[in-house]
């Protein structure tokens, strides 16, 4: 009987209300006092008291012979009857707490074999995407070799094109040269000339074949920069326009020490000009002032 009380007693876990509970049937029942809460007052327990319940030490049949000793018939059959309604208790209370346990371990379980479904299916769709990687694979690397048998027939076709490209270039650009002036848009004409000089001098030996269109192109560019140098002894040219008719000569090959110091000449005589035409009106603003 005790020993069913005591093993209750350290198996239970009980929440704080439960446990406020039993601490006051227990107290009630061992003798002592319980806190505001009817918690168990806390309190230092001999382990070696052979009359605490809640020691290795409990002595039963000691126990029951102090009680048949100092305890009166009524005393008696209402510590019996108390303690019969505690174990009840506990017993009650240990179910609840191994229901509550056996309801988590089942809800456990079902995660855990929800959790397992899904890996399997997961399992499954890993192995497709291994597969469809496996075909990837394979798909690229005979793509590449394909390609590696045929990659210096492409370099080949591709620096064709190239040299076909620049041919045509050079093939249009007399007429392109000749649109470009007539547009006005001479920045452009100068800039072909240039790339195609490029071309032409990359090509060595083998640009003798181009003579006829380099001296039909020398010729335009001769007669732009005949244009340009007219241009240049315009008076009335704009800074802007004068700017872009030196910066023309320059890439065509004009000196550099005729050039400049003709537009610093003529930027300065623009510049006097300006100064001097501003002048009267200052002196005018200040003897209105004065007066």
Partial sequence: FFSRVRRSNKIMQPTATPRRRRGSLLTSYYGG?????????????????????????FNAPKYVGSLLQ?????????????????????????????????????????????????????????????DNFGYISRASEAVSSSFSARRGELERLN???KTLKKLQFLMDLPARLQDCIAEGELALAVRCHAKAVKIMAAAGKHAAGFDGIRSECEQIMARLSSSLHERL??????????CETVWLLLRLGGREDSLLPTFLERRRKALTTAINAFTPAVGADAAADAA
Avoid at 97 to 109: G, M, P, Q, R
Avoid at 233 to 242: G, I, K, N, V
């Fill in 159 to 161: 620096t064709v094109k």
């Fill in 233 to 242: 002894e315009d008076e009335s040219l704009p800074p802007d326009a004068l």
């Fill in 33 to 57: 006092t319980t806190d505001a809460s009817g918690a168990p007052a806390e309190a230092s327990v001999d382990p070696l008291d052979d009359m605490n319940i809640d020691t290795d030490g």
């Fill in 70 to 130: 100092y305890k009166s018939l009524e005393q008696l059959v209402g510590r019996g009857n108390s303690m019969v309604s505690e174990i009840k208790s506990l017993d009650s209370d240990m179910q609840m707490l191994v229901y509550e346990n056996y309801s988590k371990f089942i809800s456990a379980t079902d995660t855990i074999q929800e959790m397992k479904e899904r890996v399997d299916g997961m399992e499954g769709a890993m192995k497709a995407l291994e």
